[in-house]
């Protein structure tokens, strides 16, 4: 340790892997995360680089498992069992590869990590400091991904806006990354907002001149400047922030609200956003084989041409903040487009269905049904309803973790006569608890990275549903649960019909459950959003996608 960083990961070396460092300024919530991730999608898909992304969070959270759906949007998980924000789901989606907990670095990681070294005697004698110390983890994390993701470019969103305390020191850090690796090889981005006060319809960019002199005054020189705003702002603004920041107007851009986010990255790419970046860090092209921006192009058409409408109805408590279901949202919305089909999306609030008139009535017009993940008794009778409904209407029906859950309790209670049958989750007295805490979970204490996470294997069993969609009998997916279908009750129930057709290999957790003779019926343990792609949509997806095309092909005969 010496007194500027905190050394090098073993085998890395200063320019073999680029820095691309995208910050924000103004306000929070204008698609930094959406234009990072479109941004990784081009150098990878059209330019063939590899690519490693990473996400800071000024939060003290360790990760984002014991963060409220309600307020934060859902909690994306990874295939290592890693906890994480929306965003990381985004990068997956776009750059269609995984990550992992080297992909995401929180405040409470971060503080956390310093803290146990301290204790340790890792920096005895010393007296632990933001710089260099919180500053040489931050970048010794970076280097660290690089050396390990042999990447071309590491690419980094820095949460929050410019200007806040939470992420100052992530800034300092980045300064002093592109100090020591050379300017050569960082390039900066600023992502500002230009306001349209409805008063004056014009745009004002004082406020976008601020956030980057704000920048500035971290000692950080932005290498190209992108102007987000509704409308298509005017080549004057576009002057103003290109002298206010010493960026030459060609590297200042404007990404105005335009189309979905399949065709975000080719607007970006018509910019010339990437040939910019790539210049600015010396790196060319590594293939002249587009094929995977052509796939990636014939689904943003495929997306814009898609005819058939379909009404899927999705269940749940935090139906007010649709954020709490973003992968969810995604699987449908990037599933849709491979039938020829366009989406829309029902939300029901089942705390008012409370028998099968109630459930009908919601769920009239309604082409399938998603009972997502959740937790606790609120709204639980409803979403049983809703599964009957299902299940005695032959309209398909997708059950993601609780929903999965919840198709066994109704199975329980109205095929196989077991009354008041239910998880112990919601009702710990229950006469029959067909689903019960996984025995791993009984001794668990704490509620921060406990439950079940992360990606297991499922065997499935061989002429199921499920195997004719997976076309394999071993896959991987993802989980995040403290409950199981209780072993006691699964011959009683398999033999009043219901057939389990995945399991853990190891353990006797059910995974998968289906109903034969039905359009679809099916529900996971798991949650197969995380695993869904736009190149490649979760198999399940597909399924449960294409039996609510038929459906309403089959009523507009
Ligand atoms: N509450 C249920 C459990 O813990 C389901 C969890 C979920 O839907 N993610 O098992």
Same mark, same amino acid.
């Given at each position: ?30 698609? *930094? ?6 941004? #990784?999608?081009?150098?990878?898909? @059209? ?62 990681? %971060?503080? *956390? ?49 410019? #200007? ?14 592109? @100090? ?11 992502? !500002? ?85 790539? &210049?600015?860090?010396?790196? +060319? ?22 005819? &058939? ?53 919601? %769920? ?21 309803? !809703?599964?009957? =409904? ?20 109704? @199975? ?5 006569? %077991? ?41 499935? &069993? ?7 969609? =997976? ?61 869904? +792609? ?13 039996? !609510? ?9």
């Amino acid at each position: 340790m010496n007194e500027g960083y905190s050394g090098f990961p073993k085998g890395y070396e200063i320019g073999k892997t680029k820095f691309v460092i995208i910050t924000g300024s103004v306000m929070s919530g204008v698609g *930094k995360g959406t234009f990072s991730a479109s941004l #990784g999608n081009i150098l990878k898909l @059209y330019h063939g680089l590899k690519i490693a992304p990473v996400k800071f969070d000024g939060y003290f959270n360790v990760d984002a498992g014991t963060l409220n759906p309600y307020r934060h949007g859902e909690v994306f998980v990874l295939d290592d069992g890693t906890e994480t924000d929306l965003d990381l789901g985004s990068y997956e989606r776009m750059l269609n590869q995984n990550n992992s907990k080297d992909n995401y670095l929180t405040a409470g990681k %971060l503080f *956390k990590m310093i803290i146990d070294k301290e204790r340790k005697g890792d920096y005895l004698g010393r007296d632990v400091q933001i710089i260099p110390h919180v500053t040489g983890e931050i970048k010794y994390f970076l280097r660290n991904l690089a050396a390990k993701s042999g990447a071309d470019i590491v690419l980094v969103e820095v949460g929050g806006t410019v #200007g806040d305390i939470e992420t100052s020191y992530f800034l300092e850090a980045m300064r002093e990354l592109a @100090y020591e690796e050379g300017r050569s090889n960082v390039c900066f981005v600023n992502v !500002c907002y230009i306001v349209q006060p409805p008063s004056l319809g014009e745009h004002k960019s004082k406020a976008a001149q601020i956030g980057i002199r704000t920048l500035m005054q971290t000692g950080i020189q932005p290498d190209i400047v992108i102007c987000r705003s509704h409308n298509p702002v005017a080549d004057n603004i576009k002057e103003k922030m290109s002298v206010f920041s010493n960026v030459p107007v060609n590297r200042v851009f404007n990404m105005y609200d335009f189309g979905t986010i399949y065709t975000i990255p080719l607007f970006l790419q018509d910019l010339g956003i990437d040939a910019e970046v790539l &210049k600015i860090i010396g790196l +060319k092209s590594k293939t002249t084989n587009r094929d995977d921006f052509g796939e990636w192009k014939d689904l943003a058409e495929k997306f814009k041409s898609a005819k &058939k409408e379909i009404k899927i109805a999705i269940t749940g408590k935090y139906t007010n903040v649709h954020d709490s279901y973003f992968s969810i949202i995604k699987a449908i919305e990037h599933t849709a487009p491979y039938f020829g089909a366009k989406a829309e999306l029902m939300w029901i609030e089942t705390t008012e269905i409370k028998n099968q008139d109630d459930a009908k009535k919601a %769920l009239k017009d309604i082409d399938g049904v998603i009972v997502p993940g959740g937790f606790g008794e609120r709204g639980v009778e409803g979403k049983i309803e !809703c599964v009957r =409904y299902c299940r005695e209407n032959n309209v398909p029906y997708f059950g993601l973790c609780y929903g999965f859950q919840m198709a066994v309790i109704e @199975y329980a209670r109205n095929i196989c006569n %077991l009354a008041g049958a239910h998880t112990t989750e919601v009702d710990p007295k229950t006469e029959h608890p067909v689903i019960c805490i996984l025995p791993e979970q009984e001794e668990v204490k704490g509620l921060g990275g406990t439950m079940r996470l992360g990606g297991h294997d499922v065997v499935v &069993k061989e002429k199921s549903v499920a195997h004719k969609l =997976y076309g394999s009998a071993k896959i991987r997916e993802r989980f995040r649960h403290r409950y199981n279908v209780n072993t006691k009750y699964i011959d009683q129930l398999e033999k009043a019909g219901l057939v389990f057709s995945g399991q853990a290999g190891e353990k006797k957790i059910m995974q998968i459950l289906e109903l034969p003779n039905h359009k679809f019926f099916v529900g996971t343990q798991y949650h197969p959003e995380f695993t869904s +792609k736009p190149l490649e949509p979760n198999p399940l997806f597909r399924g449960f996608v294409e039996a !609510c095309v038929d459906i309403r092909e089959f009523d507009n005969i």
